[in-house]
C-alpha cells in the first residue's frame, strides 16, 4: 500500500475515517475562512489579526454543481485517459460558506439536486510509483451505504 499524500498540505485532514477541511476563525467577528489565513480577517469590517485555525463541517448543502469534461491544464494532473466527473459548489453547514471540490468518483451530475445533503470525504486524485495524492471530495449524504 502506497502513501497517501495530501495534494494541498494543511488545507485538509486525510488520516481519520472522519476528515475536515481546515480553515480559519477570526476571534474577533466570528468570521470563517477557507483557505486558511494567517494575516489578518478578511471581513473588510474587521481586520482583526487573531485568527485560530479550526476543523470546518464536513457536512453541508450543495449550492450549486457541474459537469468538468475537459482536463484541467498543469499543474493540475489528470488521469490518463481522462475521466469527466462533478465539480459540486458546497455551503457548509456551520460557517455559511461554499467550498468547490470534486464530486466522489462514481456520482455523476444525474444523481445530483440543488439542496441535498453533501458530506466531505477524501479520495484519490491521482497516484504516481512512490505515493498516492488525495484531495477532499464531496459525496450526496444518501451515497453513503454505496459499496
Known amino acids: 500500500m502506497k502513501p497517501k499524500q495530501p495534494a494541498a498540505e494543511g488545507w485538509f485532514t ?10 480559519t476563525r477570526c ?3 466570528g468570521g470563517y475562512f477557507f483557505p486558511k489565513e494567517t494575516f489578518s480577517c478578511r471581513n473588510p469590517a474587521c481586520g482583526s489579526r487573531e485568527l485560530e485555525e479550526v476543523p470546518l463541517s464536513r457536512r453541508g448543502r450543495l449550492w450549486s454543481y457541474t459537469n468538468n469534461c475537459y482536463a484541467p491544464p498543469p499543474p493540475f494532473v489528470a488521469s490518463d485517459p481522462f475521466q469527466p466527473y462533478a465539480v459540486a459548489a458546497v455551503e457548509l453547514e456551520k460557517e455559511r460558506m461554499v467550498v468547490l471540490g470534486q464530486v466522489e468518483a462514481g456520482v455523476n451530475v444525474a444523481e445530483l439536486e440543488v439542496g441535498m445533503e453533501m458530506e466531505l470525504t477524501v479520495g484519490m486524485l491521482y497516484e504516481n510509483p512512490e505515493r498516492e495524492v488525495v484531495i477532499w471530495k464531496w459525496r450526496p449524504l444518501a451515497a453513503e451505504g454505496r459499496a
Open 14 to 23: 486525510h488520516e481519520d475515517a472522519q476528515p475536515h477541511l481546515l480553515g
Open 27 to 29: 476571534r474577533a467577528c
